[in-house]
C-alpha cells in the first residue's frame, strides 16, 4: 500500500520539478552576475555561463537537470561550489530537530489543553482556553518570535536570542514555531472530544462502572484522534518544509535559512534541489500520516 501510493505521487514530483525549475528560468537577474560581481569581464561571464550551461535552451537545460536528479545529482551550489545534496545533508538534520522539538510540544500541550477544556464545557478552564487558543491561532509567527525575544531573552535573560548550540537555543525557537499548533490542536481535539464525549459507547463505559480516566484516555481520546493526527501531520510536514521565518529570526542555520539566503543570491540549482527534496520530504510526510490513521483506525482505508 505504501508503496502504491508512493508511486502514485510521482507525477506530483515531476510537476512540482517543472514549476520550479521554469520559475526559475523566467525570474530576472543573472546568477552568473551574482557570482562574479559587477566588476568582471564579458569574457569571464560567458565563459561562465557556458560551463554552466545557461546559454543552453530550456528543454536542453531540464533535461540535462532532470537526469542528475534521476542520478542522485542535485548539482553544485553557483555561490559555495559544493554539492548541494551535501548542503542539503548538512542543514537538514538541524531543520529536523527544530520540527520535532515544535510538534512534540505542540502534540503535548495541544491535546492536554483540549482534553481539559472538554471535560468541563463552558467551565473557566474552557473559555480560557478557548480565549487563549483564538490569540494563538491568530499572531503570526514572526511577531511571537519577536515576542519571545524580547521577554525571555532581552527582559528576563534566560534564554539565548539566536543562534545553534546547546539545548537553551532550541526553545525559543520551537515554541514560536509550534505556539500555532498548541492552539489549533487544542481546538480540534476539544471539538473531537465533545462529540465523541455525547456517543453511546462513552455512556456505556460508563454505566459499567470504568474509572472516568479510564473513559477519557482509552475510549475517548482514542476515537478523538483521527482529526488530531490530520493536523499534526500537516503540521509536521510544514515545519520541515516551511520553517523559513522561524529560522531567519531566531538564526537556526537549517534549510529554511538555506532556501532564503540561496534566493537572495540567486543560486539557482541549491532553490531547485532544495524545492525538490521539501517536496520529497512533504509527499513522504503525508504518507506516513495515512498509515497512522489505520493504525488508530483500522477502518480507515488508504
Request: charged share 15%.
Amino acid at each position: 500500500m505504501f508503496f502504491r501510493r508512493l508511486v502514485l505521487s510521482i507525477p506530483t514530483l515531476f510537476g512540482v520539478l517543472v514549476v520550479v525549475f521554469l520559475l526559475l528560468y523566467v525570474a530576472p537577474g543573472d546568477p552568473v552576475q551574482a557570482m562574479v560581481g559587477e566588476r568582471a569581464d564579458p569574457a569571464t561571464i560567458a565563459r561562465l555561463r557556458a560551463d554552466l550551461r545557461l546559454d543552453d535552451p530550456f528543454i536542453v537545460q531540464f533535461a540535462h537537470y532532470a537526469g542528475g536528479i534521476l542520478r542522485g545529482d542535485f548539482g553544485r551550489s553557483y555561490i559555495t561550489n559544493r554539492p548541494i545534496i551535501q548542503d542539503i545533508a548538512e542543514r537538514f538534520p538541524r531543520t529536523l530537530l527544530l520540527a520535532a522539538a515544535a510538534m512534540l510540544l505542540a502534540t503535548l500541550s495541544g491535546i492536554t489543553i483540549g482534553v481539559l477544556a472538554a471535560i468541563r464545557p463552558n467551565g473557566w478552564f474552557d473559555r480560557t482556553a478557548l480565549a487563549l487558543t483564538y490569540l494563538g491561532i491568530s499572531f503570526p509567527v514572526y511577531w511571537i518570535g519577536l515576542l519571545l525575544i524580547v521577554l525571555f531573552a532581552v527582559t528576563l535573560r534566560w534564554l539565548p536570542a539566536s543562534g545553534y548550540g546547546h539545548w537553551k537555543f532550541l526553545v525559543l525557537p520551537a515554541l514560536a514555531l509550534g505556539s500555532r499548533s498548541i492552539a489549533y490542536l487544542a481546538r480540534v481535539t476539544r471539538s473531537a472530544m465533545l462529540e465523541v464525549l455525547g456517543a453511546d459507547f462513552i455512556r456505556t463505559a460508563r454505566a459499567k462502572g470504568l474509572a472516568e480516566r479510564v473513559v477519557i484516555v482509552r475510549h475517548a481520546l482514542r476515537n478523538a484522534l483521527i482529526p488530531v493526527v490530520t493536523v499534526i501531520g500537516l503540521d509536521f510536514g510544514a515545519y520541515l518544509t516551511g520553517s523559513i521565518l522561524t529560522e531567519t529570526i531566531f538564526g537556526w542555520p537549517g534549510i529554511g535559512r538555506y532556501v532564503v539566503q540561496a534566493i537572495s543570491r540567486r543560486d539557482l540549482p541549491a532553490v531547485q534541489g532544495t524545492v525538490l527534496f521539501l517536496s520529497v520530504v512533504f509527499v513522504l510526510v503525508n504518507l506516513l500520516t495515512d498509515m497512522v490513521y489505520q493504525r488508530v483506525d483500522p477502518r480507515v482505508h488508504v
